[in-house]
């Protein structure tokens, strides 16, 4: 009796411990699907089947444990500026307003050459006066532009041969003078092209940079009759032929006069060797003329 008694234990613990473990293994699958599942699905209705699925793991979505997830609140660090802010920041630090003065030809001809000539002076409180007497007399054109302490100015043309007559490059102090030799090669419009721009350590600095665009007339040359009367003083000419023509006159009437006189001489001389009464002229020894030479009778 008392070994069944022990035996029915032995079953008993048996299925306890059986039961145990699926409750267990029960409770461990609905962890695993709570947990696969969307917070807000309330599951599968009553009555439909469901198939069991492996739990998909997901991504992590936030930072790693242990990370810091707060940004860094302070400035940002300092970089070195590059050569060209570098030389942005020099040439800033150098430059200032100025002044320069042109005045180019409105019109010109084929091969007649003019001169242009430009002025440029640091800052603008006064104007100098040699940049309202520039060469030539087309009127003057004065504006402002960025002066640094080297400008290279260049002055181009289409149609036109333009020689410099100056260094591009030049130093800025007080007026600086730029001026070129112009030829026109061909009539019609012809434009001229000015440009003026600061350096700074031998580099241009284009933002800086005082550019004009100019139309020039060019008319060809006249006829070669035309420049010969154009050559000549028609004053000068007119009163060389008033003084000829009052010379020329003085001098014929001189010779008509004498041969006048000539003449007339030569008559009375024929008339009086011509006379039949007149006595043949006498003269006494000291030689003067007797009383008869003089048709007078001898005195006692």
């Known amino acids: 009796m008392g070994k069944v008694d022990r035996a029915h234990g032995g079953t008993r613990l048996g299925v306890l411990i059986a039961v145990a473990v699926a409750l267990l293994a029960v409770l461990a699958v609905a962890v695993v699907a709570l947990n696969g599942s969307d917070p807000g ?33 302070g400035p940002p660090t300092s970089r070195e500026p590059t050569s060209r802010e570098r030389y942005e920041q020099a040439a800033k630090r150098e430059l200032e307003e100025g002044l320069v003065a042109y005045n180019p030809p409105a019109q010109a001809r084929v091969q007649d050459d003019f001169e242009v000539t430009v002025r440029v002076q640091r800052g603008t409180a006064t104007v100098s006066p040699s ?23 260049e002055l181009r043309g289409s149609g036109l041969d333009v020689q410099p007559l100056s260094d591009k490059l030049q130093l800025i102090d007080g007026v600086t003078e730029w001026a070129w030799r112009v030829t026109p090669q061909a009539d019609g419009v012809q434009t001229l092209r000015l440009t003026l721009v600061v350096e700074l350590n031998d580099l241009p600095l284009s933002s800086r940079t005082f550019a004009r665009v100019i139309e ?49 001489d030569a008559a009375d001389i024929g008339t009086a060797y011509e006379a039949p009464d007149a006595p043949a002229p006498t003269v006494s020894a000291d030689g003067k003329p007797t009383a008869a030479a003089n048709g007078n009778k001898p005195n006692p």
């Open 131 to 153: 940049l309202r007497t520039l060469p030539g007399t087309a009127p003057v054109t004065i504006e402002p532009l960025p002066v640094g302490t080297y400008m290279r100015a």
């Open 41 to 73: 699905d309330s599951g599968p209705p009553v009555g439909t089947p469901t198939t069991s699925q492996p739990a998909a793991t997901s991504a992590p979505t936030g930072p790693p444990s242990g990370t810091p997830t707060s940004r860094p609140t």
């Open 216 to 264: 020039v007339d060019v008319e060809k040359q006249p006829a070669w009759y035309q420049r010969a009367w154009g050559l000549l003083d028609v004053a000068g000419v007119a009163t060389a032929l008033v003084i000829a023509a009052i010379l020329g006159s003085a001098k014929l009437a001189r010779m008509w006069w004498v041969r006048r006189k000539a003449e007339e």
